[in-house]
């Protein structure tokens, strides 16, 4: 069964930068498509980035050119690199992995517990 454990969220405020991981194992990142979720209460989980297998990666248009997600297989992890946070980023954030590519919440089964992140103005 894939596990996947966030951390890294912190409490920093806007303009600074922060690299959230999530650790998995080396078989899920080599042979799972990967992916970072955001959620604020009473909103719907949004996809912010996602890695595929070859760790090409796409992006949100709310993140591009501000978030970097990347993987190192060996460690069995993925991160991402937020710089030039704005208060709007706050939220949970989720990792999250299926077997084959997809965006959207409803495209993955394997789900992190989360990490909060908090932007202040």
């Known amino acids: 069964e894939v596990q996947l454990m966030e951390s890294g969220g912190a409490s920093v405020q806007a303009g600074g930068s922060l690299r959230l991981s999530c650790l998995a194992d080396?078989?899920?990142?080599?042979?799972?498509?990967l992916a970072w979720f955001r959620q604020v209460p009473g909103k719907e989980r949004e996809e912010v980035a996602a890695?595929?297998?070859?760790?090409?990666?796409t992006y949100a248009d709310s993140v591009k050119g501000r978030f970097a997600a990347s993987k190192d297989n060996a460690k069995g992890s993925l991160y991402l690199q937020m710089d030039n946070l704005k208060s709007e980023d706050t939220a949970m954030y989720y990792c999250?992995?299926?077997?084959?590519?997809?965006?959207?919440?409803?495209?993955?089964?394997?789900w992190g517990q989360g990490t909060q992140v908090t932007v202040s103005s």
């Open positions: 999250a992995s299926e077997r084959v590519p997809g965006w959207g919440s409803d495209d993955y089964r394997y």
């Open positions: 080396e078989y899920t990142t080599s042979n799972y498509c």
């Open positions: 890695v595929d297998i070859d760790g090409s990666a």
